[in-house]
């Protein structure tokens, strides 16, 4: 007897969305990249980061009727870029091996420069980059793997950065004069999400 495996069916209901009172939801795009994360910036722009088609996309609603306009292509061949945050005027795009920045510069964004490099690759690669409530850069780097052990001591962690790409990961330690490792966490497979409580 030979296995087989089946396609699940085609739904037959329509999705629907239970809401509070008060709420309302629509759709306000429509992406066929696989979107992954999302950012607003402070002019209330929508970013958006597609790990398939490495690009990443800005959405606006100028005329305030919930639904945005055509998407605009912000940076385009990156490598499987996922999280971002802003710096002010300056865009943080946490690609496969590292983050890259784009600033703005007269209304216009420019290309993608280095931020923080070498970042290991491969196995979990998704990565999201935050800034804490220390003003500090927070990224998370995945496992290799999904059982074994790491020979790489920045694999399965979140790493500590300051505002300037410098690595800021453990607590000063008095009398040290030689420059922080950037893990501040570890033992963590594949932390793509994470928040501070308030």
Same mark, same amino acid.
């Given at each position: 007897? &030979?296995? #087989?495996?089946?396609?699940?069916?085609?739904?037959?209901?329509?999705?629907?969305?239970?809401?509070?009172?008060?709420?309302?939801?629509?759709?306000?795009?429509?992406?066929?990249? +696989?979107?992954? +994360? +999302?950012?607003?910036?402070?002019?209330?722009?929508?970013?958006?980061? #597609?790990?398939?088609?490495?690009?990443? &996309? +800005?959405? $606006?609603?100028?005329?305030?009727?919930?639904? /945005?306009?055509?998407?605009?292509?912000? /940076?385009?061949?990156?490598?499987?870029?996922? !999280?971002?945050?802003?710096?002010?005027?300056?865009?943080?795009?946490?690609?496969?091996?590292?983050?890259?920045?784009?600033?703005?510069?007269?209304?216009? %964004?420019?290309?993608?420069?280095?931020?923080?490099?070498?970042?290991?690759?491969?196995?979990?690669?998704?990565? $999201?980059?935050?800034?804490?409530?220390?003003?500090?850069?927070?990224?998370?780097?995945?496992?290799?793997?999904?059982?074994?052990?790491?020979?790489?001591?920045?694999?399965? $962690?979140?790493?500590?950065?300051?505002?300037?790409?410098?690595?800021?990961?453990?607590? /000063?330690?008095? !009398?040290?004069? $030689?420059?922080?490792?950037?893990? %501040?966490? #570890?033992?963590?497979?594949?932390?793509?999400?994470?928040?501070?409580?308030?």
């Amino acid at each position: 007897m &030979m296995p #087989s495996l089946a396609c699940a069916a085609e739904p037959t209901e329509k999705f629907s969305l239970n809401l509070p009172a008060g709420f309302e939801a629509n759709i306000y795009a429509k992406l066929n990249s +696989m979107p992954r +994360m +999302m950012a607003f910036d402070l002019e209330g722009n929508l970013f958006v980061t #597609s790990a398939k088609s490495n690009n990443v &996309m +800005m959405l $606006t609603d100028k005329n305030l009727d919930g639904v /945005a306009e055509a998407p605009r292509l912000i /940076a385009k061949d990156l490598n499987t870029p996922h !999280g971002l945050a802003f710096l002010d005027d300056t865009l943080l795009i946490a690609n496969q091996s590292g983050v890259v920045k784009l600033t703005k510069e007269n209304g216009s %964004w420019s290309t993608p420069k280095p931020f923080i490099s070498n970042l290991p690759s491969g196995g979990h690669t998704l990565k $999201t980059i935050k800034i804490g409530p220390d003003n500090h850069l927070y990224l998370n780097v995945g496992s290799s793997c999904n059982v074994c052990n790491e020979s790489d001591p920045t694999r399965a $962690t979140i790493l500590r950065y300051t505002k300037e790409g410098k690595p800021a990961g453990a607590l /000063a330690v008095v !009398g040290r004069h $030689t420059a922080l490792p950037p893990i %501040w966490a #570890s033992g963590l497979r594949n932390s793509q999400g994470f928040a501070w409580h308030p």
